[in-house]
């Protein structure tokens, strides 16, 4: 899909050539199928005529059409696929319902392996051409992904690569379906870029690999890049992703990439990802079933690095610093073990209970870094950290909590818009209390009760007053919601969230 072209065109369908046609159809408030005009094709109507398409989400039908427009030589193939009845459902529904149909579009053409595509966008009375091209082109493109990079390529049946051009057909307002199409395939990129990073194994994508990326983004978009390596961490007392460190042979990275933008007196937004490229759990092992899938303990830096892409293709008006602290955890000889004490960038001195409990570790120094070095008006980290979310939530939200409500409802509205639906959970001063240590100002575990929150909790100490949330989104990462657009395996769920974010980004005035 990485090199997908996507088109717009006023030309009439009929004189397309391509590999199929797709055609999208609704359904009026009775549930009748809505022929949509030019496309009288004799095929559809005896289908119709059989019960054989009636238009449901879900629904497809292709047919093969001989002589029409130019392509008189060869027989067009014509997919109709069905969206249902649009009545009744609000903009985020219908958006997500646009995107759905977008992932069955994909599935259905990698079924018949089409790679130029020629898309006829339904009729919404209550949504935008330009809305309704952005989220079908975000489905298509989502549900077109796949990771192929380590499998032998069958000669007899080599793998299906994917769509090469899509061109969607819209008779008006061409200009503005480009600009959600646009849209669309900058976060829909960014998104596949985050999967693409987190389907790699733990022993191809470390710590250097999140600081070599980040450094090809600085000299792209002009952006500045600083790596912390681990003698700098050492100086400026990061104990916590130090120690998380210690049991492993891979070099420590802490990740500064700043993007500043043109606009006077812009606001400075940071967002911080939990890079851990592996987690073993350290000398608090974790069980060996299912340890591979800590692979993906990485996805918020992956988020947090791909959302940098976007931003540094269209600039918004904020200031962008994005950090990623990145290491794995391991449970070599000099590994840190439960009981030793550590103390954070800042001084905040923390009694290491559990080993496993690594993210906040490693959070908690970039937080306190971030914030004093680079004074941000808002603050938005992103992280695979507690098991204890998907109790709560399963795989359908992420979790968040957070300082600031305002901010908490603009995070929470953009992720509803997007289709990465998230859950506030409290975060009362009492939670707190469940991580006071006898030994030390903190300690990293809560025990069992609100592990999530608790989690939260200890990241809260590091980011003072200034406004703040924190997305668990250990249960959402991989394993997420089955949806046609979302591939088994890594979401990159809070790519389009953070997109949707920037690119209308509110700041505060009262700081
Ligand atoms: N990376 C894990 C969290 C995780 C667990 C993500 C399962 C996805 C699926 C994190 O580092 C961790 O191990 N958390 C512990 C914390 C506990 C020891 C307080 C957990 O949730 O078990
Ligand atoms: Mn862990
Ligand atoms: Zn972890």
Redesign the pocket.
């Known amino acids: 899909m990485v090199s997908t072209k996507i088109r717009h065109s006023v030309k009439k369908p009929d004189i397309f050539r391509g590999d199929v046609h797709i055609c999208c159809l609704t359904q009026d408030k009775k549930g009748k199928l809505v022929f949509p005009n030019g496309y009288t094709l004799k095929e559809l109507e005896s289908a119709v005529s059989w019960d054989d398409f009636k238009g449901e989400v879900g629904d497809s039908l292709l047919v093969y059409v001989p002589n029409i427009g130019k392509a008189k030589d060869k027989t067009a193939r014509v997919l109709f696929v069905g969206l249902g009845m649009s009545e009744g459902k609000n903009t985020n529904e219908l958006r997500e319902l646009c995107r759905n149909v977008g992932g069955n579009i994909a599935a259905e053409i990698e079924q018949i392996r089409a790679s130029v595509l020629h898309l006829t966008l339904p009729c919404i009375q209550t949504m935008d051409g330009k809305d309704i091209a952005e989220c079908f082109v975000e489905g298509i493109m989502l549900g077109d992904y796949r990771f192929l990079k380590y499998k032998k390529e069958s000669e007899d049946n080599p793998s299906f690569k994917g769509i090469k051009t899509l061109t969607v057909y819209a008779d008006k307002g061409g200009k503005s379906v480009l600009k959600g199409m646009k849209k669309a395939y900058a976060s829909s990129l960014a998104a596949c870029k985050a999967r693409d990073m987190a389907n790699e194994p733990g022993n191809s994508w470390t710590p250097t690999s999140f600081a070599s990326y980040a450094e090809e983004l600085s000299t792209e978009y002009n952006m500045t890049c600083t790596v912390l390596g681990k003698a700098q961490m050492k100086r400026l007392k990061m104990g916590g992703i130090l120690g998380v460190n210690q049991g492993s042979s891979e070099a420590p990275k802490m990740i500064v990439l700043e993007y500043s933008s043109k606009k006077p007196k812009a606001q400075t937004l940071m967002i911080v990802g939990k890079g ?1 490229t592996f ?1 073993s ?1 350290g000398i ?1 092992i ?1 069980p060996s079933a299912g340890m591979q ?2 692979k993906y ?1 990485m996805c918020g830096g992956a988020a947090v690095l791909s959302t940098m892409a976007v931003i540094g293709e269209e600039k918004p008006d904020v200031n962008v610093v994005a950090i990623i602290p990145s290491t794995d955890n391991m449970s070599g000889s000099s590994a840190l073990k439960p009981g030793d004490v550590i103390r954070h960038y800042g001084g905040i001195t923390s009694e290491v209970v ?1 080993t ?4 906040r570790l490693i959070l908690a120094d970039a937080l306190a870094y971030g914030i004093e070095k680079f004074k941000p008006n808002s603050v938005i980290d992103l992280a ?5 979310v ?1 109790l709560g939530l399963g795989h359908h939200r992420t979790g968040i909590l957070g300082n600031n409500q305002i901010l908490l409802n603009r995070v929470l509205k953009a992720g509803e818009k997007c289709g990465e639906p998230l859950w506030q959970l409290p975060l009362d001063k009492e939670y707190t209390e469940q991580i006071d240590s006898d030994v030390a100002d903190i300690k990293n ?1 809560g025990g069992r009760p609100a ?1 999530t929150i608790t ?1 939260a909790a200890y990241l809260q100490k590091f980011v003072g007053d200034t406004p703040w949330v924190h997305l668990d989104i ?1 249960g959402t990462a991989w394993d997420f919601t089955k949806k046609s657009y979302i591939p088994k395996g890594p979401s990159g769920t809070g790519v389009r969230t953070l997109v949707e974010l920037v690119r209308d980004w509110k700041g505060f005035t009262d700081k």
Do not use: P
Request: hydrophobic content about 35%.
């Open positions: 851990l987690d759990g608090s974790k899938d800590m303990d559990n496993d409990a690594e993210g695979t950290l507690t098991g204890a998907i575990t592990g989690a250990a």
